[in-house]
């Protein structure tokens, strides 16, 4: 994500859907059934649906067993950004705290349970390759990143393992101060 100061920004996705996704996805006549958009008419659907978005650039390219999807999404706030995410909650939230500007990113609010003994085995057996990376381009220089990850003058990244995030029991949060 690149945010300027007036909450305004592009968020770039990148992620990685297997073949059997793919397929099941290229039979779908009307909106996809993934929880991400796959196809490019999904991500316009979605973009023209919120005001205030932008379909900045979509391309897909095939890899061995998989495709790559990448899209990049103007926003002219973070509230719409919210509204493409989640209808219902803010998943991105700017705040001034103490002289700071404080940028979170709610990676999931968490299962406010233990995982089953069957469940966690899936999610450590389905989702153990696989991580979540994150990079912000903060308007100012980032002066923290909580959990730590690595700061380089106005750009944070942090990268958690994906069966950590889906079996938390307690929200996950991605704090960048500046």
Same mark, same amino acid.
């Given at each position: 994500?690149?945010? @300027?100061?007036?909450?305004?920004?592009?968020?770039?996705?990148? =992620?990685? *859907?297997?073949?059997? @996704? /793919?397929?099941?996805?290229?039979?779908?006549?009307?909106? #996809?059934?993934? %929880?991400? %958009? *796959?196809?490019?008419?999904?991500?316009?659907?979605?973009?023209?649906?919120?005001?205030?978005?932008? !379909?900045?650039? =979509?391309?897909?390219?095939?890899?061995?067993?998989?495709? $790559?999807?990448?899209?990049?999404?103007?926003? +002219?706030?973070?509230?719409?950004?919210?509204?493409?995410?989640?209808?219902?909650?803010?998943?991105?939230? $700017?705040? /001034?705290?103490?002289?700071? &500007?404080?940028?979170? /990113?709610?990676?999931?609010?968490?299962? +406010?349970?233990? !995982?089953?003994? /069957?469940?966690?085995?899936?999610?450590?057996?389905?989702?153990?390759? =696989?991580?979540?990376?994150?990079?912000?381009?903060?308007?100012? @220089?980032? #002066?923290?990143? &909580? %959990?730590?990850?690595?700061?380089?003058?106005?750009?944070?990244? $942090?990268?958690?393992?994906?069966?950590? *995030?889906?079996?938390? +029991?307690? %929200?996950?949060?991605?704090?960048?101060?500046?």
């Amino acid at each position: 994500m690149t945010l @300027a100061a007036d909450g305004s920004g592009t968020l770039e996705l990148e =992620y990685t *859907v297997s073949s059997f @996704a /793919q397929d099941w996805d290229s039979r779908d006549s009307g909106s #996809s059934p993934l %929880p991400l %958009p *796959v196809n490019e008419a999904d991500f316009r659907r979605g973009v023209n649906s919120t005001a205030g978005l932008s !379909l900045v650039s =979509y391309s897909r390219r095939a890899a061995a067993d998989s495709t $790559v999807i990448t899209a990049v999404v103007g926003f +002219r706030s973070l509230e719409a950004l919210n509204s493409f995410v989640s209808r219902r909650d803010a998943h991105f939230t $700017v705040r /001034q705290e103490g002289g700071r &500007t404080v940028f979170e /990113q709610i990676l999931t609010q968490g299962t +406010r349970g233990e !995982l089953g003994g /069957q469940t966690k085995g899936f999610v450590e057996a389905f989702f153990g390759p =696989y991580s979540l990376k994150f990079a912000l381009t903060a308007p100012a @220089a980032v #002066s923290r990143s &909580t %959990p730590a990850g690595s700061v380089s003058g106005r750009t944070a990244s $942090v990268s958690f393992p994906l069966p950590a *995030v889906v079996g938390s +029991r307690e %929200p996950v949060i991605w704090r960048v101060e500046w």
